[in-house]
């Protein structure tokens, strides 16, 4: 486990998927929740800061894809946590409807890897509704709520304005060291997520999470503003 900062850690060991936990505010928070197997992991991170499963009190989800939401119905019922998430994202983590397939035209290993039937998760129920714009005093002394559709259709990010920090679900990846766009293959709409690059950018955050590799904490406005540019996202 990683702090990043007082009240905000970056759970490790996890295969993919990132998952972060919010020590500040009424109960714990969880944001995403990686892969099926994953559940022991991020349970025994939270033992070993002196908590029990059992405070943590809601599960913030950024998008409602396999890496990000595979181990909620073990989370759910180790921790009796609520489940907050978007209104499109809603029916896909109930189980209502499937995962929504890439809108764009895909050439080569994407098509290929974008092939086959779309997953639907087994259902777990969705508590809460977060809007855009929406501000969480229940966690971390008010985050809030931005929606960065485009990965996903109802992709949220969250935002810390006194900190200046932003978890960004699959908005952007930083793999290893490069920050790159979201694979095609599961991205809804990649223009769309190209535009919310640009909301991430006029953020200016100092610094950002990431679905997917390490969160930067060093020249974060300048790296994120120069890849904005970089794709033509401002």
Known sequence: MRRIVPGLYSLTGLTVGRVYLITEGDGLTLIDASLPFAAGQILGQIRKLGFAATDVRRI??????PDHVGALPALVEATGAEVWASRLERPVIEGAIPIM????????????????????????????????????????????????????????????????????????????????????????????????????????????????????????????GDFAQRVGAI
């Not at 913030?60 to 894809?65: C, F, K, S, V």
């Open 60 to 65: 913030l989800i950024t998008h409602a894809h």
């Open 101 to 224: 397939r890439s809108t764009d035209q895909l050439r080569g290993v994407a098509q290929l890897m974008a092939a086959g039937e779309p997953m639907r998760f087994p259902r777990v129920p969705v508590a809460r509704e977060l809007r855009d714009g929406e501000a969480l005093p229940e966690v971390f002394d008010g985050l809030q709520v931005i929606a960065t559709p485009g990965h996903a259709p109802g992709h949220l990010s969250f935002w810390h304005p006194g900190r200046r920090l932003v978890i960004l679900g699959d908005v952007i990846m930083h793999l290893p060291t490069r920050l790159l766009l979201p694979v095609a293959a599961f991205t809804y709409d990649m223009a769309e997520n190209i535009r919310s690059v640009g909301r991430v950018a006029r953020l200016e955050p100092n610094i950002v999470c990431f679905g997917h590799g390490a969160p930067l904490t060093a020249s974060a406005t300048k790296r994120i």
